[in-house]
Every structure is written in structure tokens, then in C-alpha cells.
């Protein structure tokens, strides 16, 4: 039975507004696409008015709608709730919906990381009660409001993604989320162009702890140059600290990643003793910021034991270094294998994404070409300032980045890294992602190990779906088979 997540009573007292009449909703929704029956539709303003979809959002079965005034076509015989700003009311339907719930909280931000760790808590938490969490990246100043507002009453965890673009968006958004946990899982150049340096980004992500509860905890790593800053915010608002990373200082400490095919097998101490995990996915960073869910999970006084096993059920979301094998011949099983981590980058990001390709291994004799490669097609990393060129540049200094057979370059920024590269290794140079996907077919054979990474502006993603039709996508070899299905 489905359970009422908001009456018309309940968000009369959290928006302040008036009800054109009674109602109970299910659920929240801003996208008429994605709206279920029973759901409560927020007509926000972005690039379009939301109040133009409102009449299809009730016709599709929607409960009611928060709309500033009645749109046309509509009056008030239609289950409206009327407020002077729908944006505030959905940020007051949110508070509300923390106020009520005895969930503990985690806030999760960082420069990399974020979403995929949300889904390892989703993961390590789910195990052991009903657990909350954005199905989506929903981590700016309406994404953290719709995630608290949708917040079911019995969950016992929610995790609540928090992220920025400019100062000053981390600290309003953490004191709506009121987390018991906070977790930063790293910091790094990213958003340059609205902090000047990581010195600046470090203090921005550190306003996670503003809004931390009394007696709450802060999850941070160890290692970096800016470490200082976050302990400094932590112990401004008396949170108890807990370290992750490779250094022996870190409370829990990564003492090896052994990448596989289709797996990180890590290995681990906290307070010297040691323990083992696996994750579903090549890469240490993915490593790290397991540890980081795990000590979150210690933080909340969980079973260790049960979250290190169930953190083996996370797969990376689509976009952020999936692995998949696309199918060229389906008799012959000659194909290639696939990294989609087209959805974000920045100079960390790239880095670790190179460190996946660099481990993983082609296959040889299936091709025309007869021995299997690895080529990377990297896109423009974006909203990195003045030192972008330079940043571009620095990755073909990557370490074993020869071990890559041909790096194909998209868009204006990445020309500078495609000038940087030995000749032997500089592939196809395009403005945009669209002028290399008729070029695809030529650049790719069976055998090959591919990923595409890139910002999200420059849509490398429309080549991740291009290299998706040259054959037919299967899960790659290793990784659903390692840990069984979804």
C-alpha cells in the first residue's frame, strides 16, 4: 500500500501558502516526463515556466500542483497549492520533511566522487534499514530540497548529495540538509573559475560542516594540501573527525588496490586492524571513496562487517565509469570493451579515469588490427579559469600515460593537450563531439579498451552513444558475473 507523503494540511503549515482544496500526495515531482500518479508537481522556472506543464501534470494524475498563480486553462477547482515563490515553498516543503523524520542523515560533497559515493552508502546503508537517497545528481538549491521533501517518513538513512558552482551555495544548502554525518570525499581543482584556487574550493566544501547536528560527525581525507582547512571547519563546529586515505595518519587507511578486470579488490586498516573489500568497478579512486562510505557507516554505529559486503552490490551509475562491451560480431563474440564516464571531469577525475584505461587490458588477435589497444577520447574539461590551458596540457605528464595507444582530443580546450602529445600518439583533434561521431567506426576495432571523458558541456556523450551503435552493448566480462546481478 502506498504510503501519504504529504496532505494538503501538512504543506498548507510548511509553505505558508493556501489550497484551492484537500488533497494527499505520494510523492513530489518537477519534471511532467518522470511525474507518477499520486505525485505532487512543483511548477519551478527554468528554462521553461513550469506552470505551462501544470494542466498536463494533473491530466497525467498528479495530486495537486504548487504553482505562484493559477495557470491558464485552470481555476480553482483544481487541486492547487498557491504560493508567493515556488522555489522557497519547495525549500519549506524540504525543511519540513527533515524536521519530521528520525532518519540519520549523511551529506555528501566533493570536488569528485559525490554521486558514485551516494550510491555506495545507498548500497552499504540499504542493508541494514530503509534507506533514502536522490535516484538522480540532485545536489544544487533545488535538488537538496526535492531529495529532503521526498524524504519518506519511516526511512532510517537518507544521504543527501550537496554540491556548488559558486561561493556560498554549500553552507545554506547543509543547514536544510542538517546532516549527522558529513562527508567530504575529496578536493580538487574544479569550478576554478568561480574560486581562483583550491584553497577556495576547500573552503567552500568544508561549509558542509555548518550544518552539521550537535554531536555530529565529520568524514574527511587525510592526505590532501587542504586537509587542514576542512579539520579546521569540522572542529569550529565540535564535530568528532574521522580520517580516510593512503597516508598511515588516516584513521582508515588504504594500504593497497589491486585493479581487476571488473573489480578493486582493497585492502585496509582502522586502529590497525586490518579488513578487506571489494568494489564493482575498476579504479582507486572508487577504492577511496569505498573507505570513505565505510567509515560513514562506522560513524553510524553499523555492522562492519555487512556494509563491507554489501558495498560488493554497487556498480557505477551510467556516465561515471561504467564498463560495458560492445558486440562487433556476435558469433564470433569480437568486440570491444567500453568506459562511459562522459558525465563530468575535472583535472582529478581525468587522472583517475586514465588510471582505469592504463589497467585495464586489450585483447589481441580479434581485430584487423590483430593487437587490442587502448585509446582514450577525452573532451574539454570545463570551469577551470585562467590555468585551463595549462591543465589540459598537464595530462599528457600522466604517469604510463604511453601505455595508451592513441588519445583522440574534443573540443577548443583540448587542442592544447593534442599539441602536447608525442606524435605517435595523437589521434583526431574536433571541435566538437558531433564532427568525430562519422569518423567513429575507422578510429575503433575488436579488441580495444575505450573510454570517453569529458565534461558534460561538450557532450561527449553523443560519442559513448555513436561507439553504442557500431555493435551490441553486453555487461563487460567480470563484473556483474564477480558479485552477482543488480
Not at 577525475?349 to 588477435?365: E, F, R, T, Y
Not at 561527449?460 to 567480470?478: E, I, M, T, Y
Request: aromatic share 4%.
Amino acid at each position: 500500500m502506498t504510503q501519504t507523503l504529504w496532505t494538503s494540511a501538512e504543506a498548507v503549515a510548511a509553505t505558508g501558502g493556501s489550497t484551492t482544496r484537500a488533497w494527499s500526495a505520494n510523492g513530489v515531482s518537477i519534471d511532467t516526463r518522470t511525474l507518477q500518479p499520486g505525485d505532487l508537481f512543483v511548477a519551478l522556472k527554468d528554462v521553461r515556466d513550469g506552470h505551462e506543464f501544470v494542466a498536463q501534470a494533473l491530466s497525467k494524475g498528479a495530486a495537486a500542483a504548487i504553482v505562484s498563480h493559477i495557470p491558464d486553462g485552470l481555476d480553482h477547482s483544481a487541486p492547487l497549492l498557491i504560493v508567493p515563490d515556488v522555489l522557497a515553498a519547495l525549500t519549506s516543503l524540504g525543511s519540513a520533511g527533515r524536521a519530521r523524520s528520525k532518519a540519520k542523515v549523511v551529506g555528501v560533497t566533493g570536488s569528485v566522487g559525490k554521486t558514485s559515493t551516494k550510491e555506495m552508502l545507498r548500497a552499504v546503508l540499504g542493508g541494514q534499514g530503509r534507506v533514502h537517497a536522490a535516484e538522480a545528481s540532485y545536489n544544487n538549491h533545488w535538488g537538496v530540497p526535492l531529495t529532503l521533501a521526498r524524504m519518506p517518513q519511516d526511512a532510517q538513512f537518507a544521504v543527501v548529495e550537496i554540491g556548488m558552482n559558486h561561493p556560498g551555495e554549500i553552507a545554506p544548502l547543509s543547514r536544510l540538509t542538517r546532516p549527522h554525518v558529513a562527508l567530504i570525499t575529496t578536493v580538487a581543482a574544479a569550478h576554478l573559475e568561480a574560486f581562483g584556487d583550491v584553497a577556495g574550493i576547500a573552503q567552500e566544501k568544508a561549509a558542509i560542516c555548518d550544518g552539521l547536528e550537535a554531536g555530529g560527525t565529520a568524514v574527511l581525507p587525510a592526505d590532501l594540501d587542504t586537509t587542514p582547512i576542512l579539520m579546521a571547519a569540522a572542529r569550529g563546529q565540535n564535530a568528532h573527525i574521522r580520517t580516510f586515505g593512503a597516508s598511515t595518519k588516516a584513521q582508515y587507511h588504504l594500504t593497497s588496490a589491486t585493479l581487476g578486470e571488473g573489480a578493486t579488490i582493497v585492502r585496509a586498516e582502522r586502529a590497525g586492524v586490518p579488513f578487506l573489500f571489494k568494489v564493482r568497478s575498476p579504479g582507486r579512486h572508487f577504492a577511496f571513496n569505498g573507505l570513505a562510505a565505510l567509515a560513514v557507516a562506522d560513524a553510524l554505529g553499523l555492522d562492519p562487517a555487512i556494509a563491507a559486503t554489501d558495498l560488493g552490490l554497487w556498480s557505477p551509475p551510467a556516465g561515471r565509469g561504467t564498463r560495458e562491451r560492445i558486440l562487433l560480431d556476435r558469433l564470433e563474440d569480437d568486440g570491444f570493451d567500453l568506459f562511459d564516464d562522459a558525465f563530468n571531469a575535472n583535472p582529478a577525475s581525468m587522472a583517475a579515469a586514465l588510471d582505469v584505461l592504463i589497467a585495464a587490458k586489450p585483447q589481441d588477435g580479434s581485430g584487423r588490427i590483430t593487437q587490442g589497444r587502448r585509446i582514450a577520447i577525452l573532451g574539454d574539461m570545463l570551469e577551470l579559469g585562467p590555468t585551463e590551458g595549462s591543465l589540459h596540457t598537464a595530462i599528457a605528464d600522466h604517469p604510463s600515460i604511453e601505455k595508451i595507444a592513441t588519445i583522440h582530443c574534443v573540443g577548443p580546450r583540448m587542442r592544447a593537450l593534442h599539441a602536447a602529445l608525442p606524435r605517435a600518439q595523437r589521434g583526431e583533434w574536433v571541435a566538437e563531439a558531433k564532427d568525430l561521431l562519422p569518423r567513429l567506426r575507422g578510429l575503433i576495432d575488436a579488441g580495444d579498451v575505450v573510454l570517453v571523458k569529458g565534461s558534460k558541456g561538450i557532450k561527449v556523450s553523443l560519442l559513448v552513444d555513436g561507439l553504442r551503435k557500431l555493435g551490441h552493448s553486453v555487461p563487460a566480462q567480470g563484473t556483474a558475473q564477480m558479485f552477482g546481478g543488480e
